[in-house]
């Protein structure tokens, strides 16, 4: 159809006047339908698709008090009672409750806890998530709604208020949203919601993987991992109770984290070792260095060179076996290293 009025145009008119016509006519038509489209979507919203009313991030709870207030003779202390129900209301704070959230692709703890109103330190101690990089798609997490975090009891005896003071966050807050009396005498063991609370720096650079720094701050690369391997001595199953970073002998080691040196050394597994002891009863070891240059009972920060990677004691060639160890035992350096 619109070859032929084409090729009628271009009959009619001269050659170039034909065309310009027919492009004309051809925008015209093509705009007016454009227009329409818009139109018709325009008014399906409006009259088929409309949506409104109250929007929570779970299931409102609703009373029948509230139900009825819905009148014009509505008292002042009645719309007041309402609006506590809503979010952000002065009633907001009275009642911790949970609701359920699906990690999205491209999610991360930051922007959930910013969506929500809570902080990321809420949603790290509500899931026990212990490193905050291996976020799941698909994960459910549990968002409480307000932000705080979970304590759990040390003592017998414990109330509120003293939790409160631990802290620094309001008692009254505590008490109320954990439905007990401030003074309250609780048992060890015992799991309640701080309002407001934050978790302490060295959990936190725990969890995100900011607590150690790499002890080799030049190139190098992992040539075992922690955990379960197979022996590069013997061929049978064994535990690999550290990391080991293979680089060019003679590259400088430094403390991975402040603190003291506990021991110096030499063995016939680890060759020329350095451990050194931290805060919160951390202890890191390094071993098959080919020279130490620290002493038992120096303190050290992550700019001190305490070594040079060597291939000491029983060892393939030259690198660095870093180990870390938690309230004596060890742990995966690789989730905690920045």
Not at 3 to 12: A, P, S, W
Not at 81 to 92: I, K, M, N, Y
Not at 96 to 114: E, P
Not at 253 to 277: D, F, K
Request: glycine share 12%.
């Amino acid at each position: 159809m619109i070859k032929k009025l084409r090729d009628v145009l271009y009959r009619l008119i001269p050659s170039q006047g034909g065309r310009l016509v027919f492009r004309s006519i051809a925008a015209f038509c093509f705009g007016a339908a454009v227009c329409a489209g818009l139109a018709a979507l325009a008014g399906g919203i409006r009259t088929e698709n409309g949506v409104g009313g109250l929007e929570t991030p779970g299931v409102p709870k609703f009373s029948e008090d509230v139900l009825s207030i819905t009148d014009s003779s509505a008292s002042d202390e009645d719309i007041a009672s309402a609006a506590a129900l809503l979010p952000g209301g002065e009633g907001a704070a009275k009642e911790l409750t949970y609701f359920t959230y699906r990690v999205k692709s491209g999610d991360m703890i930051g922007v959930i806890a910013d969506t929500f109103g809570v902080t990321q330190d809420t949603i790290i101690s509500v899931n026990a998530i212990r490193q905050s990089r291996l976020l799941q798609v698909g994960q459910y997490l549990k968002i409480p709604s307000m932000p705080g975090i979970l304590y759990t009891v040390k003592q017998n005896g414990e109330t509120p208020e003293t939790v409160a003071a631990k802290f620094e966050v309001s008692a009254d807050k505590c008490a109320l949203v954990n439905s007990l009396s401030k003074t309250a005498a609780m048992d060890s063991g015992v799991t309640i919601f701080v309002p407001d609370a934050e978790l302490d720096w060295v959990t936190k650079q725990e969890i995100n993987g900011d607590l150690f720094r790499r002890p080799l701050h030049g190139r190098y690369w992992l040539s075992s991992y922690y955990g379960w391997r197979k022996s590069p001595f013997t061929g049978a199953r064994s535990f690999h109770s550290g990391i080991d970073m293979a680089a060019p002998h003679g590259t400088s080691v430094y403390a991975a984290l402040p603190g003291r040196v506990a021991a110096v050394g030499y063995n016939e597994t680890y060759g020329n070792y350095v451990i050194i002891s931290h805060h919160s009863g951390y202890r890191t070891l390094y071993g098959h260095m080919s020279a130490v240059t620290v002493v038992r009972g120096q303190n050290v920060d992550m700019n001190t060179r305490i070594g040079r990677v060597g291939n000491t004691g029983l060892s393939t060639g030259p690198h660095l076996h870093f180990t870390v160890f938690k309230g004596g035992k060890t742990v995966n350096p690789i989730g905690l290293l920045r």
